[in-house]
């Protein structure tokens, strides 16, 4: 074999073809001892060490160790081991390094420095070469780098990626239909907090909300572009509102809390910045201040806040109700005038019961109760209207003529009056009676409904009309008959046909600005609240006034948005007075209300401080 | 600085940390925000621009310690701080956000900063008790002398074992030379197979003794590390011949001894420099974590503080 062997030449110069050394020979032997080959001096090295010769006939070279405790090729201890191009052979200190062979040579090696042997065997040391390429780095590792990379890392992960993702939406997109890392790279991730159950469909669409792009608020107009029909809170013509003194959306409505919350509900303060004082904002507006150390101590609701103004019917001009708004505590002006007249709830509601019509001759007992005409409506909020016909007729009975007892007047309709009574009688022999009289009640019970006599008149009388006879039994029904017994009759002509009565109109909502459940307060009983054990008059306000609420509510349990609403104004939508054209004219509120110019606003009724 | 920035100025930092804590958890008990307690409320702002300033000036730490003139505020006295305001950071910053987690780059920041705040506190334990163990094992050398000492001891033990016998220095050379490349790094498997190693050439000498005075010949057990991948092959083969060189007294007793003592006192040396390694290793690596995370910590604030003021 012929060998090749290069030694001193230093990395990185030119090869110096003096520093080989080249024989021929069988084998080449490494050792201590003068006669080898590839003499050492090496300390760790035996005399005789080991031995490079031919592998056989498939060519190439091995060699064998002359030491029991092997050779080292590789870093791993080998009694025979073929050698191939970038082993290295190692004794103590010593390296070789196997390298191609050429063409005129069958071995070539080089010696090399222990430092480039360390360098070598990082590649052939036992175990996966990339660990172990990862392991010799690591030792190597400096903290700069490390925390360099970690900077850079964070950078891009929780910085770079979700902001791109904010302006690309296919990132985005990409993104959040991702595992859990990837979504909390995504735009998303920047949320400040969970967004709340109302908005949860468009919760991963920042920019549906975030409209005017960077460190701005959330406009208005993105609110509109879904609630596009939201109302004021109140008239802002009426009141003169500063358009700009109106809270943003997002003033009251913060999203990113939690996600079941929206509305400041629960904050006081929220309110009272206006209504403190509220002519600030509205200097038109007749609402009462609040004072402004309402909440924070307890008890304050009910010490602190306002009475309560009821809007209810205060007079009638012809058969127009007008609705005025009065405090509770002004016993002056608290009087409903429904154009009702004669009612009393104390009469009805006698713990003994009172005398029932039924049975015609075997009158009975009939103990009212407050649900026996007030009913629930199907929502538990408020009460059904009550009707003639269902709550009232079955006692009074709307029978006018004595001399015909069980025929009974329409009702409902005063113009229809006259004509019923000039038929009736048109077909009735004067002056006799019409119907056979009853047999008398067992009790002698008078019936409630007041009948009107005949006398006086004569259907014999040849200068006797049938329309004059009508006329005067219309003006007796009228004016003493049944019809008075309720109403409040009145003749806006002299001709007797044109008799009316103020047609009733009853408070539907005594506090429209409230938001009451009858239902949520049913275990109370009806009597917890309302009063009407003592009430004789129709004009009797029977309402509950605050100190009947702030028994249980206070300022510990209660806010403003427990029993008021907000976007309540019917007349505008804040899209329309804010952002989009003003509009142009404003629908009259066709409402029951005609002094209450809008809810919100109180107008005192005549006399009111 | 070893124990005294536990202690420094009576425990003065440790008490502002811990009124720091109390006050926040005080005003966090106290405070009614709107919906549930986060860090978008005023008590949620405030705590986290005391965290955030606290942060900044955590960090500040890296700076500072570099500046090695002296200040009023002394090396000693901002490492008891960094320490006891950092963990004071813990409460601050959970206090801050309200215990509202989710997945995102606020809760991930929030992380960074407890795994920052906990290696920390890892760092704490080590700067306490390392320094000493070093101290103990290796008193005022250092891991490059005792290299020094170990290739002396190894020139030395070659040169001895060659001789006393060509097998025993066959064996001594495997030995070293297993040694040499693995001293760096530290490998307490060779140190093992050092000691056992040495462990063999006594359990030799015994044997040897033993044959010579003809008195009943000790056991020789197998050590482990001539069952080791890098033992000789034959390993029974090779004791056996250092057994019965030694037996036919071909080797002076003295030069058996000295090269025992060698061994014994390059497996100190080993052990030595190996501990040392580890001690130093655990300082770095732990430098390596707390070092990057602080920084990551830092970005991910400024992140964070973007990140709610962008929208």
Redesign the interface.
Known sequence: MKFRIRHGNQPGQPEDPSAHLVFESDSLRIGRSPDNELVTDN?????YHGVIRSAGPSGGAAIESM????I?VN???R?IAPLKPYDIV????FHLRILAPDPEHDFVAEIITPQEA?EH?LAFHQGNRTIRWIKAKL?Q?Q?RP??W???V???LL??II?LTAVYVPSLNHFLKNGS?GM??MSA???????VSRYHIRIADE?EQC?TDG??TD?PDKACYACHEDIRHHFNLDVTETKKNEMPLCGDCH?E???DN?LV?GD?VEQCLQCHTDITQVAPKSKLQSIPEDFSGEESLFARKHPEFVAAMVSNHEEDHPIVTRVRMDDKEHLKEHSGLVGFSHKDHLKKDGILAPDGKGGAEIMKLECWSCHKPDDQGVGMKPLKFEDHCQRCHQLTFDELAPSTELPHGKAEKIFPFLKEFYAGSPKGTRIEPPSPPDKNDRELPGRMVSRGGLDFDDPDVTLDGYTREMTQRVFEKGVCSECHQPFKPSSDVSEWRVVKPKFTEKWYPAAKFEHQAHAIYGCTGCHQVESSESPEDVNIPAQASCTECHDADNSNCLKCHTFHKDPHFNMKGTRFGPKVEAIKPWHGNSSAGQTDGVITPAPGHP | MNRSFIHQDQFLYLKIALGLCLVSILLYAVDDP???P???SWLGYTLGTIGALIIVWLVWFGVRKRQYTGTRFSLTRWLSAHVYLGAALLVIGTLHCGF?F?????T??YI?MVMTILSGMIGVYYYLTIPGLISANIGNANAQQLNATIDQI??KA??IA?QID??V???M??S??TT??ERR?ANKKVVMDMLNFGETIKEASKACYCSLTKEEPIRVEQPVILSKK?A???PQ??LS?IIIDLSFNRSPGEKLQQLLDLINEKAACIQKLHLDRVYNSRL?IW??FH???S??TL??LV?HI??????
């Open positions: 300390p760790y090295a035996a005399d030491v029991l405790s092997g080292v870093g791993k201890s009694k190692s004794v103590g200190h360390h065997l030792h590792l903290v490390v925390a990379f970690a900077v890392l964070t950078l929780l910085f979700p859990p979504r909390a998303t991730s920047w949320s400040i907090g969970p920042c975030h960077a460190f959330v913060q990113h809390l939690a919350f400041l904050r | 709107v919906g549930p986060s860090g978008n509202q989710d997945n995102n780059i606020h991930i920041a960074l190894d020139r070659l040169e060659r060509s097998f220095h066959e064996m050379a495997y070293i030379q040499l490349n790094p890098r000789p092959k034959d083969l090779v011949a770095k430098l390596m070092v990057p995370l920084l990551a970005i991910a992140i973007v990140s709610v003021f962008y929208y």
